[in-house]
């Protein structure tokens, strides 16, 4: 039986500015103690603030992640940032396809797919954001939307890689909006990635993969969705903006995973 590690990221996105940044990179790396040992924790602020809340985080097992890279090593990109210039400044993790990306700047499955090769090849850990909108799930689309994200986005990933992958399922409507899908029906979405991945892999690496939940996480519902075996941690906006809070969601994923694993081992 495979035991996946659980895996909380904070995504800041155009939040905090320089001190504040700081200040919360400071409390999380202060407060993480041994819990970096149960479950990997990253953070993605603002690009501007990657150095500095790097250096902040220092050598207490909070990774350091990018919220976007451009697939192309250099060059007349304007505005854009390559993964070379990532892994300059220490960055482990970055996130690929995220909603606001695909829904609010327009990124299509082919610019999410070539993102996420390029991190790969570039040795970086990738989250891959996948979702569908409110729209989508009340046409009856939530599958199908979910395994075409997913496919196209892992189009000419090979197996040897996929180690680097995490899928976030984060069902569009749910982000941002207080609106979190109920436990069960973020698990039938997380079990359909599943079956995709032995179907474009084999089954081992369906075992392997994490699969994060995302949308309108907290510190009070995020015992009910970590306690699905399924929901291997979670990608948190708002939340993460709040050292305390955020803490309490990783804690939450370890007790998870230590009762999920005590009850299989039964
Ligand atoms: C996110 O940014 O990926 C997210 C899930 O945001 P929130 O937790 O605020 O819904």
Redesign the pocket.
């Known amino acids: 039986m495979v035991s996946r590690r659980p895996f909380v990221g904070g995504?800041w996105?155009m939040n905090t500015d320089l001190a504040s940044a700081v200040e919360l990179a400071d409390e999380i790396a202060a407060s993480c103690g041994q819990l970096v040992e149960h479950c990997d924790i990253a953070v993605y602020p603002p690009f501007p603030y990657l150095q500095a809340v790097g250096r902040t985080l220092g050598h207490h097992g909070v990774q350091l992640g990018a919220q976007d890279l451009y697939p192309q090593p250099d060059g007349p990109y304007t505005g854009e940032v390559s993964t070379d210039m990532l892994l300059d400044l220490n960055v482990q993790v970055v996130l690929a396809g995220?909603s606001e990306r695909r829904h609010v700047i327009g990124e299509d499955d082919e610019l999410i797919n070539a993102k996420v090769r390029r991190a790969l090849e570039a040795g970086l850990n990738v989250v891959m954001?996948i979702g569908e909108t409110h729209e989508q799930r009340q046409a009856g689309q939530t599958n199908q939307v979910n395994i075409n994200q997913l496919r196209s986005g892992l189009r000419e990933v090979g197996i040897d890689q996929l180690r680097q992958v995490t899928i976030a399922y984060?069902p569009v409507w749910?982000?941002?909006?207080g609106k979190v899908a109920g436990p069960g029906d973020a698990e039938a979405v997380h079990r359909l990635i599943r079956r995709n991945i032995a179907d474009l892999y084999d089954e081992d690496a369906a075992r392997s993969i994490r699969i994060q939940y995302?949308?309108?996480?907290n510190a009070d519902n995020a015992a009910d969705l970590f306690a699905r075996g399924e929901i291997d941690g979670g990608?948190?906006?708002?939340?993460s903006l709040d050292a305390e809070q955020f803490m309490a969601i990783v804690r939450a994923a370890v007790e998870a995973k230590e009762v999920n694993h005590e009850a299989r081992s039964r």
Not at 174 to 177: F, K, L, P, S, V
Not at 235 to 239: I, P
Request: aromatic content about 0%; overall charge neutral; some cysteine.
């Open positions: 995504n996105k995220h954001c984060e749910a982000i941002g909006t995302g949308g309108s996480v990608l948190v906006g708002g939340a």
